[in-house]
């Protein structure tokens, strides 16, 4: 293992969560200096994480001789700039979500770091969550049959920064913000060489008085023919929901990162402190989670960044997959507009899925179209003749 | 309290249900006549219920003169037939869902009721579910301001009895045994008198190898701005999946019929017993729910039935609203072939609805987008600059 | 069926949840005349439920020529005079729990009933809820194996009448008014004929500034050698928590009967409606249930009193069983005083029970103390030597 | 940081969430060399975590010169011998849970290191949990008041090596095993400074063949007034319960740890892995948890011994805790055997508690026993007159 020296460019709250997790537990790695466009919140964020260095000066902050790490933890339309200056600098480069805001700007930036060679990766935190994790290889390992369908959602009342709500700064509302995460969730169950090619989706803006979408609802069609179904919203009520829900031919898995995770507390006073990440009240029944930083993934996101770093492989997410993110997010837009399946234009790598399993199972010449277990032991068979396109019940012994 | 006496019109699953429920706990009405197509079949219904008399003749069901209920509770393609006949018969007609295959044959259903002058009511047990009832008050009692989001969902593995998979017979496939639930679940949420506006629907048959949809998801708008979601599946695993989420500008409401009611078990052996409706093993843990036809909304909804017809006023669930269902169902299934938003098209009843409330808050003559409260007390605005467009922060005292 | 008419003692908010329920859905029984000590509370109560007359007079409610039942809804220290006197009278009576305030009270209440010969039922509405009811169903069904520990909590933050808090007037705090509903709970989960042999009682006075227990744990040893478990509370914050657990050989049941029934919600505002029972706050993420009555239990239980009154049997819940509730109620107190085990005290009627059984397996002349199945299908076998008392692990084929 | 050389005494289930969690994400700490009383576990061990070096020789292993920590993670009957030849070597003792077989063993063991001078650590995994923490800070900052009621409940279907069972190594059964977690989760909750006084338990043997307990529970009184109450079971079914349960006179806290954390898996096939630690199928419905050596408390608990060893500090969990925990094991086993409680004989060191407050709101002379709030505003107030013992309500304007 070798300690990584990092400057983190951004102070706000996601840098806060990095350096949280960077600084957290037996972490050899150290964030060297910080770089803020404000000289009185790069102090303060120094001094908050016992950072030895802030500078306003972008290029010295990526430049610093003894840093090999630069975390780019800025506004979406600083991304770009700040990506490229690294790639520039030859050193290795990890972007927040969503790589761009748009995927033009996200293939530009995609190109410079593969021109100079470094390493890139692509900080989508809530596909490293210890759950997703753990689900992902389950149905890899099989259990769940051939993936059909996945459900991911993220819904809360609305971000807490005023640069968020401004899509000239960020690209878009509710989609640009959330849709990124669900979406790489999705391609991570359907699997990532599993083409993304046409997207159905429906925005609106039904509570605050903006211009960009606050609740938007997407459908993606994969090669395979599994469907992914992302919901983002910035209007929920109650916290912020975090569930994932794949569906597939053998089995379903149900993921709740937030609201429902086996800690319930009850308290008539409130006790004054912070409770999670976007809690709407300090009293009655809260649901706080036990350590967001892992959580959320940012833990085991960073472990897998260095250790591939260390080891000269790719990382699990990857600036090309942040690319294919926004490629759809793009769709996306285009399709509320023409209310119309859109398809994802791309410079596609992931090569070819065949159409998910679908020979039918047969019976005496007749299609089974499903098969019951009766208490008995028997089996119940629902047939259909292929010449007449009648159904009938057939019960029979097991086997 | 009047007792009614019933002639039910088949003596399938359904058939089971509901004379389970009129005959259960201390119920005063009682089914007189069971008619079923096969001799065979109507003798074990009537035996299994303790019912005085069956019979494969409907007319004669119908026309039985100790009765003044006829409930339908035939296949899809059958309940014109005998609908036509019972108004004919001048008896109170109770149908189950989907009223029709089409609008068009609800609509002439609803027509031949109306002529006859007797009582109609739509069987649409899961709008009647102690939860369901509970929160379509709290709705109403205004616990969630604007309602702006309803998703209903409603999967399992597919039907047991062969007739559901014909589309021939039924009309379609999930949409028409699933979704009508969730149109009328979503309509009962988002107002009765909220007129449906227009349908963007995307089906797939995923799995099974039927002609017709085991997959669909569907957006409808309403006149007021707000959005029903509803989805169904024919393949979904581990048991019956019956969720309502309901989204307004000031609260939430989750709820869960089926697999998490705060029932569960582990059992090594597996008792050899029904355990719930469409539950998929028999051993590991299983979630069964308390009482069925309660849980279910199968007694609430026959006591609204009965007092209704007894009082002479409307149904919660009348057959106007089943036609209604069945216009948006047609419109779904148009926008799955269009791949577009369709409208419904119907003979609106209901008045008009005005656009959800949005009048946004003011501060200092810029527009808040949103208010927080700090652990402090203070209040954190985020405010939009009407001229400029410019988003920014204020934290501001209290009040 | 026959329809029943009611004399209803006492109009508190028992009085109100079993009128609710005998007037409710589409129930034959009618409450007839309400007797209140109060002629104000008599006459509103009338008014509430529509109930012909209301009167001062015990007697006169008794022996109201149009009535046939009798429910005794009274606070407990005036049981036995109305019990006593509507035996004298000849009707059926209903009584709600506790039956006494000691076994004495219950003893000579069922001594009365038994000698005038009349019906008798003792109105423990969370024996029947339908998860309850379905669990038994479950347990006696064999899917637990042995039932080796049953445990059954009901906690709340107290009563909200003044008479529930005085001890001269109930009997006692928390145990009796909580633990005899856990007590009788746990009798049906190990079985009504399974003798309760001893108990063990740790009683406390936390909170609230009052001479009873506001909190108590129980241990009751049945013959069976299984032990029942109780945890009564006036103390508990957050609402009401019902939740019982059966634990046996071969498997496990959970039940949550109020705080976690799949019904959630979350309101800024508050609806200024009434949520649930003993909820505490208005506002926050409430937990309301779908219909209390029926998920309470007083459904199903006034069905089969009434049901077992036409037809002679007894029912599931009678007046020995309060009597033994009592009885246990009497133990559990003097072992609280004790600080020891006490021998529960009472005329047996259930027969014997043998020890659960504890045959163990063997393998080769040991005795196989646990046995796992391996990730390869192979078994794990942990095995102790009689002689010598070493234990060992072996891993072994399948079966 | 400073990163530590770690030797590994032991080689089992522990040994391996041991080394897996200081290998584990960013750590800086390595196993350098690990001991086993065989020579083929252990070389297994070192390939399966990449450990340099392995040996059978314990003197060998503590005093390796590359070493500065030393983990012991051995049987129950070999931590005396182990934790004292480390002292001798005087290096840092890490020491797994229970500390000793009795509290005489125990506190020969701290006896030892505090006379070497030695940082000592006792590895009681749950008390770190990240829940756990999150929770024993919101107690701490006041969130639910007093806290007077802890329930800890640890229970699975038995342990998975053969010593376990072995009451003569371990010193005892489910209590030594299970209950040493739960004693210190309260202990956490109540206050580490709040003195155990005395104990109460039931210990059973239900199901499996052996001479120690299988099930237990137990209270303990502390000064404060607060009650402990612990559950333990190696006959549950359907995997492992790992629940704490907060009460406070202001508030609520339940944690699920285990079987109910927002991770839902169904599975027909079944994958053939690992699912999760103590789980009893791999087909059905399955709930994993994320990252078990977070969630378990490993990774914090680690964290903690290192960071306190580098600040020169105490760590949250010393030995004399774990003396404290095996006084209170003591206590637990002769209440047990004597059917009483029993004091909790040791050396105390943590000073002295108040009782936990009562002073009683006082209204117009008469005693305050509880406050509503009712759905008008006002407030509702059940009152008592000291000099009648009589209990009345009284209705007045809030505040």
Redesign the interface.
Known sequence: ?H?HSISMLGTGLIGDFYTQTLH??????RVRVAYSRSEARGRAFGERWDIPEHTTDLEAAIRHPDTDVVVVALPNHLHEEAVTAVAAAGKAVLCTKPLGRTAAEAERMLAAVERAGVFGGYLEDLCY???T???I??VR?????DV??VRSRETH??P????F??G?LTGGGAIIDLGCHCIEIIRNFVGKGNRPVEV?C?T?T??????DED?A?C?IRFES?A?G?FEV?W?????MDLRDEV???????????FL???????????????VAEKA????????????EV??LGY??M??DM?RSLDAGTEPQETLYDGYVVNAIMDAAYRSAMA???EPVTLDWRGGSTPR?S?S?EEFEGQ?V??R?IL?DGRH?L???DPAS?????RVIAAG
Request: aromatic letters at 12%.
């Open positions: 293992m300690p957290g537990q037996r972490g050899a790695d969550t210890p759950k994790l753990k689900a290889a389950s390992a099989g259990a769940l049959g059909t369908w009342p609305g807490h920064s005023a640069w709500w401004d000239r159905l429906h609106d039904l509570v605050h008085p903006i211009a609740n609802i459908l023919g469907i179904q919203s209007t929920f009520r109650g916290g569906a597939g031919t053998h089995g379903t898995i149900w993921l709740n990162h429902r995770t086996g800690f319930e507390m009850f308290t008539a006073g409130g006790s004054g402190g912070y709407e009240t300090a009293a009655g029944w809260l649901f706080p989670v036990g350590d892992s959580e833990v085991d960073f472990s260095f209310h119309a399946w998910m679908s039918p299609v179209i499903k019951e208490p119940k629902i047939l259909k396109g009648d159904f009938s019940d």
